[in-house]
T-cell receptor
Framework: GEDVEQSLFLSVREGDSSVINCTYT??????LYWYKQEPGAGLQLLTY?????DMKQDQRLTVLLNKKDKHLSLRIADTQTGDSAIYFC????????????FGAGTRLAVHP | NAGVTQTPKFQVLKTGQSMTLQCAQD?????MSWYRQDPGMGLRLIHY???????DQGEVPNGYNVSRSTTEDFPLRLLSAAPSQTSVYFC???????????????FGNGTRLTVT
């Protein structure tokens, strides 16, 4: 999706923190999402943030939102091999109904 | 509770052939949608439906038809397959308006389609 941009690859060592970044273009987006895709599977919702929030923490996951710069990040603390997957950032367009616009996905590789 | 079920998992078509990708959900979700996933391009919305009898176009609708005769089923039809339609297709559903995490999109496991 040209409206949402992410870097394509990230490699981290097991136990380190991972930070996946995303930029979006629609300032009217109500919600911003992070989805995880494991090999051969569909996407699963990891977490989301409402546009009037700056930060959301959920166990090992921290989402930061900078509305001024239209920048979203996902931090995974203590990254494990099971975190290896493709992570998609998505924004909801106006009009509701989950008409999500996805980024191209960041492939996270966790190595020992 | 099966969630969102897509069939087939894999399909190979020749150019010009037609086929239907099946999608069914058992969660009584009003909203259903089809995405295609291509390398380096993320997921792009093909068609969506906000309820039985109602469908609308997404970003990339050309070459695809949909119908929604029941709440549960949302088939995607390729009338005359082209190599550009080689992709992985995902069906997704949710309750109502999709208010953040309260009614997120639930995805099927995808159909990998190759058109030769």
């Amino acid at each position: 999706g040209e409206d949402v941009e992410q870097s394509l690859f990230l490699s981290v060592r097991e136990g380190d923190s991972s930070v996946i970044n995303c930029t979006y273009t629609d300032s009217s987006s109500t919600y911003l999402y992070w989805y995880k895709q494991e090999p051969g599977a569909g996407l699963q919702l990891l977490t989301y943030i409402f546009s009037n929030m700056d930060m959301k923490q959920d166990q090992r996951l921290t989402v930061l939102l900078n509305k001024k710069d239209k920048h979203l990040s996902l931090r995974i603390a203590d990254t494990q091999t099971g975190d290896s997957a493709i992570y998609f950032c998505a924004e909801s367009k106006s009009g509701g109904y989950n008409k999500l616009i996805f980024g191209a996905g960041t492939r996270l590789a966790v190595h020992p | 509770n099966a969630g969102v079920t897509q069939t087939p998992k894999f399909q190979v078509l020749k150019t010009g052939q037609s086929m239907t990708l099946q999608c069914a959900q058992d969660m009584n979700h009003e909203y259903m949608s089809w995405y295609r996933q291509d390398p380096g391009m993320g997921l792009r919305l093909i068609h969506y439906s906000v309820g039985a009898g109602i469908t609308d176009q997404g970003e990339v609708p050309n070459g695809y038809n949909v119908s929604r005769s029941t709440t549960e089923d949302f088939p995607l039809r390729l009338l005359s397959a082209a190599p550009s339609q080689t992709s992985v297709y995902f069906c997704a559903s949710s309750h109502g308006q999709g208010t953040g995490g309260n009614s997120p999109l639930h995805f099927g496991n995808g159909t990998r389609l190759t058109v030769t």
